[in-house]
């Protein structure tokens, strides 16, 4: 069993910068695919970045590219996500997702482990 922990969320304004890391307990953490989900208020739950096991590919939503970097460092079984530039509309619970047999999915079915969620909230 994995157990996945979000930290680094926060009320930022927008233009600010925030980095999530998501920690991973359990064995073989690099025998599985990372990514990160966010769910606004009232939203349904979108796809917001995923990485491949060894953190050589990576995929992002249209909307987060060229803002939002997802990474991972497997000796501290941990993924990130770097956000720069926040804006207002970014404002939502941030989940971060494991998956033990699809790669660089953006669908939320092939994800087997969840965390509990960050908030992050950006002022205008």
């Known amino acids: 069993q994995v157990q996945l922990v979000e930290s680094g969320g926060g009320l930022v304004q927008a233009g600010d910068s925030l980095r999530l890391s998501c920690a991973a307990s359990?064995?073989?953490?690099?025998?599985?695919?990372g990514g990160w989900f966010r769910q606004s208020l009232g939203q349904e739950r979108e796809f917001i970045a995923t990485i491949a096991r060894t953190g050589g590919g990576t995929y992002y939503a249209d909307f987060v590219k060229g803002r939002f970097t997802i990474s991972r460092d497997n000796a501290k079984n941990t993924i990130y996500l770097q956000m720069n530039g926040l804006k207002p509309e970014d404002t939502a619970v941030y989940f971060c997702?494991?998956?033990?047999?699809?790669?660089?999915?953006?669908?939320?079915?092939?994800?087997?482990?969840w965390g509990q969620g960050t908030q992050v909230t950006v002022s205008s």
């Open positions: 997702a494991l998956s033990a047999s699809v790669s660089l999915s953006v669908r939320e079915r092939h994800y087997d482990y």
């Open positions: 359990g064995r073989s953490f690099s025998s599985y695919a």
